[in-house]
């Protein structure tokens, strides 16, 4: 009974151990700019594959190329507009949080905004409906409306003195 506990308690080890490892990045520059330049854009470039992580974040396998060609690339001296540029290439805007305003985007840019104008506007409009309708029918009454109108309230006055 105690062997076969600690048969189960050994592979439970075992695989738990290999199962929180993970693979360690250590990358080595030339200069402290460098490494400043590589952990600057392996923050501000965005994971295409998790969407909602940078290249720095993410352990998918394309955030650890991504970061990979980032590390190369700053290696051989490439600035950084340079290496957003290749990155804008390959995989298009996305992969940066602050899309640029383009024809492509300007609905996404202006499109809130429209909403917004065109329900104040919607709004303001048909409450000046309502209003114009009140003064077409004010308009409407005359002596004869008002001579009836009275005689009636002055016939509920007198219904309700009995």
Known sequence: MIKKTLIALFATFAISAT??????????FDT????????????????????????????AELAVDLRQKVYEMTKDG??????????IARYGNFVTYNPPLTL???????????????????????SRKSKSKAVESDKDWDADK???LKALLDEENDGDKK
């Open 19 to 28: 199962v929180s490892a993970a693979p360690i990045e250590f990358h080595e």
């Open 32 to 59: 402290v700019d460098q490494e400043q330049q590589f952990k600057e854009l392996s923050n501000t470039l965005r994971c295409p594959k998790c969407q909602n992580n940078t290249i720095g974040d993410s352990n």
């Open 78 to 87: 490439k600035s950084k507009q340079d290496i957003i540029d290749y990155m």
């Open 104 to 126: 492509a985007t300007s609905i996404l840019w202006v499109g809130p905004f429209a909403v917004v104008v065109f329900g104040f506007g919607l709004i303001i409009l048909r």
């Open 146 to 148: 008002e001579a009836r």
